[in-house]
T-cell receptor, first 112, second 113 residues
Framework: DSGVTQTPKHLITATGQRVTLRCSPR?????VYWYQQSLDQGLQFLIQ???????AKGNILERFSAQQFPDLHSELNLSSLELGDSALYFC???????????FGNGTRLTVT | SQQGEEDPQALSIQEGENATMNCSYK?????LQWYRQNSGRGLVHLIL?????REKHSGRLRVTLDTSKKSSSLLITASRAADTASYFC?????????????FGKGTLLTVNP
């Protein structure tokens, strides 16, 4: 058990809808990362937060947004969903920005 | 975009044999990490090697790093069926924006009993 909790585990929704994925980092970790994993694109870095502030941005679409709250949990919002957004979304946390990452078990999003 | 490229994409061996996976990357790095992923599950950190280190061991794992060739290898000795998983290398750039950890596409290792 990594200590990183992601909810929900599975999400099935229709095109055009909006969903929110939630992540609770490992106790004591200040950094939260979001990744998208699909068969064709591999593991793509989306965004990183450290203690509530955005630290790095990757291949995150404008339709996607995220934030980290004062209690350090994070949410990833995906809107105007398309079929191609179907993927596994992982949250990870680390103690410091240079430390190894601890991954949650992911949210499997299916857009129909 | 991918920073690391693992090679081979897939590897099938018998239990007891050694497995070697390679990773090449493009930019200067602060450190390189290897992770393992069982099907559909979250990634698990295996080992981290810093840019000023050449070799590191952890149990049955041995990692080497050659910064002049921008490459790393992961050796799993005396493999077990339970080692069946995908293995990813990940790099953290040494530049100003070294917060991002970029993963390769992974090597799928199958260990046959």
């Amino acid at each position: 058990d990594s200590g990183v909790t992601q909810t929900p585990k599975h999400l099935i929704t229709a095109t055009g809808q909006r969903v929110t994925l939630r992540c609770s980092p490992r106790s004591g970790d200040l950094s939260v990362y979001w990744y998208q994993q699909s068969l064709d694109q591999g593991l793509q870095f989306l965004i990183q937060y450290y203690n509530g502030e955005e630290r790095a941005k990757g291949n995150i679409l404008e339709r996607f947004s995220a934030q980290q709250f004062p209690d350090l949990h994070s949410e990833l919002n995906l809107s105007s969903l398309e079929l191609g957004d179907s993927a596994l979304y992982f949250c990870a946390s680390s103690t410091y920005s240079n430390s190894p990452l601890h991954f949650g078990n992911g949210t499997r999003l299916t857009v129909t | 975009s991918q920073q690391g490229e693992e090679d081979p994409q897939a590897l099938s061996i018998q239990e007891g044999e050694n497995a070697t996976m390679n990773c090449s990357y493009k930019t200067s790095i602060n450190n390189l990490q290897w992770y393992r992923q069982n099907s559909g599950r979250g990634l698990v950190h295996l080992i981290l090697i810093r840019s000023n280190e050449r070799e590191k061991h952890s149990g049955r794992l041995r990692v080497t790093l050659d910064t002049s060739k921008k490459s790393s290898s992961l050796l799993i000795t005396a493999s077990r069926a339970a080692d069946t998983a995908s293995y990813f290398c990940a790099t953290r750039d040494s530049g100003g924006s070294n917060y991002k950890l970029t993963f390769g596409k992974g090597t799928l290792l199958t260990v046959n009993p």
